[in-house]
Every structure is written in C-alpha cells, then in structure tokens.
T-cell receptor
C-alpha cells in the first residue's frame, strides 16, 4: 500500500539551529501538507502546498518556516532558527485531490526536540 | 468560531462495550467531518468521515452520528476491542478550504 514517508524520525537540535524535515508523499498525489502536534495536544495545521506554491498557511507558519518541493518527489519543511517551542511531532500529509473524496494520508511523523 | 470541541479527554470501555466520543463545532460553513485514529508512534489515519447532508454513516463497527441543528457529531464504536485502543481525533473543514481544524483528541482504552 502506498504510504507517506518522513525522515528523520527524530531530530535533536540546539535552539537557533536550522532544521530540515523531509517527506516523500504518495507518488500521484497533488496536495501536500505539514501539520504539527505538540506532545499531548491537538494536531495543528501549518501549511498546504499545491502546484509548487503555498495554498494556505496558518498563523504558526511564520517567516521562520518555509516549504519546498525541490525535485518533484520530496517535500521539505525548513525551520530557519529553531525555538524551544518548536519542539513537536511534525506530520507530513498528502492528498490526491481536495473535495468529497480527498482523503488525507499522513506519514509517521518526525519528532523534533529543541534544546 | 474555528474551534472543534471534543470530549471526553479519555475513555475506558470494557471489551464488547460501546465507545462514544463527541464533538461540537460553531462554524456552520464546515462541510466535512472526519474522524482520525492514531496509534502511539504513528501518524493519524482516516477512520470514517461524514458530510452534513446525512445524519449517520456506518462502516463496520464504526458509526458517525451527525446532528446539524445542534452542530454536534459523534463517533460510536460498537463491540469495542482491545485493538481499538488509540487516540481518536475529530476534525472539520470547509469546502475547498484545505485546512482541517482538529479536536483535542480522546485517548480510548479498551479493557479486556
């Protein structure tokens, strides 16, 4: 069964360092997302991406964050200068299409720990 | 108005019993209501979803009941099994709006 894969599974970084989280969405999907989940809390939307551009972003997705689909298969989330409060599980998701039958498929997540 | 409120926070049910998780929303523009199941160390996985044009949707042991006038929807798990032990999230979104608004989650434990 096709799946969304994410790397790394866990990354520990120092505050102020740059982090890149990588995702390989399902190959024929067109819509891509990043969500995050702070430990024990709700899942929060960060950004959606379609046709090589951001289609929507939340208030959390400030100038420290950026996304890219550099090669047609990978979808990356970059955090330029990490803060303690960026510690969370980051989930990538992909979707074949939006609308009535557009199921979101999630990866297993990348746990980011900022010290 | 963008919130989805989910209850209870945690739930313990005996094997074979019915598990019920409730969600409420304010924004009447929401038109897609999925439930996600998440096992420890895994990403959320879509369990079942409903649109507001129906009041109930059933898939196997899982049923969503939807009350449009009350702006509430609930997940019922019949004949609950230990393998159903997981965290369940309700969510909502608006039409072509891509963003899913999530409930806070319910940690369900099914006791053998």
């Amino acid at each position: 069964e096709p799946e969304v894969t994410q790397t790394p599974s866990h990354q520990v970084t120092q505050m102020g360092q740059e982090v890149i989280l990588r995702c390989v969405p399902i190959s024929n999907h067109l819509y891509f997302y990043w969500y995050r989940q702070i430990l024990g809390q709700k899942v929060e939307f960060l950004v959606s991406f379609y046709n090589n551009e951001i289609s929507e972003k939340s208030e959390i997705f400030d100038d420290q964050f950026s996304v890219e689909r550099p090669d047609g298969s990978n979808f990356t989330l970059k955090i330029r200068s990490t803060k303690l409060e960026d510690s969370a599980m980051y989930f990538c998701a992909s979707q074949l299409r939006v609308g009535r039958t557009g199921e979101l498929f999630f990866g297993e997540g990348s746990r980011l720990t900022v010290l | 108005q963008q919130q989805v409120k989910q209850s209870p926070q945690s739930l313990i049910v005996q094997k074979g019993g019915i598990s019920i998780i409730n969600c409420a929303y304010e924004n009447t523009a929401f038109d897609y209501f999925p439930w996600y199941q998440q096992f420890p160390g895994k990403g959320p996985a879509l369990l079942i979803a409903i649109r507001p044009d129906v009041s109930e949707k059933k898939e196997g042991r899982f049923t969503i009941s939807f009350n449009k006038s009350a702006k509430q929807f609930s997940l019922h798990i019949m004949d609950s099994q230990p393998g159903d032990s997981a965290t369940y999230f309700c969510a909502a979104s608006m039409g072509s709006n891509y963003q899913l608004i999530w409930g806070a989650g319910t940690k369900l434990i099914i006791k053998p």
